[in-house]
T-cell receptor, first 110, second 115 residues
Framework: SQQGEEDPQALSIQEGENATMNCSYK?????LQWYRQNSGRGLVHLIL?????REKHSGRLRVTLDTSKKSSSLLITASRAADTASYFC??????????FGSGTRLQVQP | SQTIHQWPATLVQPVGSPLSLECTVE??????LYWYRQAAGRGLQLLFY??????ISSEVPQNLSASRPQDRQFILSSKKLLLSDSGFYLC??????????????FGAGTRLSVL
C-alpha cells in the first residue's frame, strides 16, 4: 500500500500545548500532504511539502520530511480547542489518486 | 473560486434499495474526480476516480458503480444496497494540470445508513 500511516492513533493535550503527529510511508514520493477533518465533515488540505524540502511552515503548523526514513511529522504549536480534529497524511507517489491512512485523532482540552 | 457540492448530506436507505449520490464541481474545467468511503473512526478508502467524461477507474471490487456523464459531475450508484455499504461518502476533485502537486478538495460528505 502506498498510504501513509499516522501515529499516534489518538492524542489528547491541553490548550496551549504543542501537538506532534507522525506519518510513515513506504515508497518514493513527489510530495507529502497533510489534511484535517473535523467530525462529520470533509477533509481540508493544510500543507504540502515537496520531496526536496525538509521543513515547511504555515502559521502555527510546521511540517518536516525525512525521505531517507520515509517519514514526516506535523507539529501544531500553541494548540487551541478549535484544532480538535483528525489529521491525515497523504504521500503523493505520482499516481492520479492519493491514498489516506486512518489518521490521528487530536483532542485539545480547553 | 472553485466549489464542490455533494448531496444529500444524510441518507437512510433499506437493504436492497438503489442508491444515487451526486457530486458537482464549479469554477474549474477538466478536474480529476474521486469517490471515497470512510467507515466510522477510520481512514478513507478510495472507491473510484475519473480523469475525464466516461473514464472511470475502480480501486476495489464492490457493490457500487460510478459514472461521469458531464465534465464536472460525478455520480455514485448502486442497484441494491447492502448493510456493508453504510458509511461516510466523500467526493473530491483535483486540478488536471497538476504541476508538482495533486491537492484534493473535498465535499462535505454524505452519511449513508443502510438498514
Amino acid at each position: 500500500s502506498q498510504q501513509g500511516e499516522e501515529d499516534p492513533q489518538a492524542l489528547s493535550i491541553q490548550e496551549g500545548e504543542n501537538a506532534t503527529m507522525n506519518c510513515s510511508y513506504k515508497t518514493s514520493i513527489n510530495n507529502l500532504q497533510w489534511y484535517r477533518q473535523n467530525s462529520g465533515r470533509g477533509l481540508v488540505h493544510l500543507i504540502l511539502i515537496r520531496s526536496n524540502e525538509r521543513e515547511k511552515h504555515s502559521g502555527r503548523l510546521r511540517v518536516t520530511l525525512d525521505t531517507s526514513k520515509k517519514s514526516s511529522s506535523l507539529l501544531i504549536t500553541a494548540s487551541r480547542a478549535a484544532d480538535t480534529a483528525s489529521y491525515f497524511c497523504a504521500p503523493d507517489t505520482g499516481r492520479r489518486a492519493l491514498t489516506f491512512g486512518s489518521g490521528t485523532r487530536l483532542q485539545v482540552q480547553p | 473560486s472553485q466549489t464542490i457540492h455533494q448531496w444529500p448530506a444524510t441518507l437512510v436507505q433499506p437493504v436492497g434499495s438503489p442508491l444515487s449520490l451526486e457530486c458537482t464541481v464549479e469554477g474549474t474545467s477538466n478536474p480529476n474526480l474521486y469517490w471515497y468511503r470512510q467507515a466510522a473512526g477510520r481512514g478513507l478508502q478510495l472507491l473510484f476516480y475519473s480523469v475525464g467524461i466516461g473514464q472511470i477507474s475502480s480501486e476495489v471490487p464492490q457493490n457500487l458503480s460510478a459514472s461521469r456523464p458531464q465534465d464536472r459531475q460525478f455520480i455514485l450508484s448502486s442497484k441494491k444496497l447492502l448493510l456493508s455499504d453504510s458509511g461516510f461518502y466523500l467526493c473530491a476533485w483535483s486540478a488536471r494540470d497538476r504541476g508538482y502537486s495533486n491537492i484534493q478538495y473535498f465535499g462535505a460528505g454524505t452519511r449513508l445508513s443502510v438498514l
